[in-house]
């Protein structure tokens, strides 16, 4: 009888502890099956439960799952998400602010620059306030930076700024298809799924698709044998936000664990699909059906210079876009990337 009181009294007491597990459930911006959602989750969310002492998992959603990818701040503040992590540029819509912070259009050179202004230039603390003046006390900014850059896929051969006038180019619209439209080029407002049908017609030149190894397995290389790599455009930011009770309920131990981990995990991940496009890089160049067009700093920076105007014609339409942008700029001078 004692032993089996004893049994008891030691279940009860596992049960406990299992019960007091914090489980964080996070909807992301990718789809399941797709290389970062299950790099994160076979690789990552062990190292979050390990790192915490077993006080903390994640359960991750595909995007659209759980509530439409524009609406994750809304159940987030409702409690029907933990947070989520995904594009801030999906917020685009609320304020041109989300536009400016959720990708900089030919503003950084890499991902790394970024990721360092997220973390350590004032770009988590931007991102914070603008979900304060959006939704008061509803979110915490754990982290924010992205994870690749956007190589861009072209049917024909785009050696400088000069050569992307009359470029006829899948887009999306908003700063985007604005920077586009000042280099002279004719954006487009296509459907991801319509890429590679629009490029096999003719329909346009080249296309703002995704990074080099998915727009590799996308088969669009196959059409349009020009791409430009490292890209000269998109290098979309990804938030990491909590629930600001949920965020308030962890102690400071775990709030340290966990904004540790995620950068950790981004600049693990960001490492990962960096290796995997420079391999695939390195293979179609042997291969030479594939002519892999990297653009000389002087372009980039002549690039950079004409997005500038569409920046501040963004930052112009409201009061928290102009702060956005200003503490884009002044990291971006503090690194040497303006004068």
């Known amino acids: 009888m004692k032993k089996m009181l004893l049994a008891a009294a030691a279940l009860a007491i596992s049960a406990g502890f299992a019960s007091a597990q914090t489980v964080l459930k996070i909807q992301t911006s990718t789809q399941s099956g797709g290389y970062s959602f299950d790099y994160l989750k076979d690789n990552w969310v062990p190292r979050l439960e390990a790192m915490s002492g077993g006080d903390l998992t994640i359960e991750f959603f595909p995007i659209n799952s759980v509530v439409d990818r524009k609406e994750t701040p809304e159940a987030v503040m409702a409690g029907v998400l933990s947070g989520d992590l995904t594009s801030v540029a999906y ?10 912070m959720g990708d900089m259009i030919a503003g950084y050179d890499s991902p790394e620059q970024i990721q360092t202004f997220c973390r350590l230039g004032g770009g988590r603390d931007a991102l914070q306030e603008l979900w304060e003046g959006t939704l008061p006390g509803a979110l915490h900014v754990v982290g924010c930076g992205p ?17 992307l006038a009359g470029l006829k180019i899948r887009s999306p619209s908003g700063l985007a298809a604005t920077v586009f439209k000042a280099a ?7 459907p991801f799924s319509d890429v590679f049908t629009s490029l096999e017609k003719g329909v346009i030149d080249a296309a703002d698709a995704s990074a080099y190894i998915n727009n590799h397995n996308n088969g669009f290389h196959q059409i349009a044998a020009y791409p430009l ?17 949920q965020w308030d309920s962890l102690s400071e131990a775990q709030q340290l664990v966990l904004e540790t981990w995620y950068y950790a995990a981004y600049d693990d991940l960001r490492r990962q699909l960096d290796l995997q496009d420079k391999a695939q890089v390195a293979a179609d160049t042997a291969g030479g059906e594939i002519e892999v067009i990297n653009w000389p700093q002087a372009e980039r920076d002549a690039f950079r210079n004409l997005a500038m105007g569409a920046w501040e014609e963004t930052a ?5 876009a102009r702060a956005a942008l200003d503490a884009h700029l002044a990291f971006m001078k503090m690194i040497g990337l303006l004068q």
């Open 316 to 320: 112009a339409k409201s009061d928290k």
């Open 229 to 245: 790599y490292p890209g000269i455009h998109s290098m979309a930011i990804h938030q990491f936000t909590i629930n600001k009770g």
């Open 147 to 163: 994870v690749s850059k956007e190589a861009l896929v072209s049917k024909v051969k785009i050696n400088g700024v000069a050569d």
């Open 91 to 100: 917020f685009s819509g609320r304020d041109p602010a989300f536009a400016i």
């Open 184 to 190: 002279g080029a004719a954006p487009a407002s296509i």
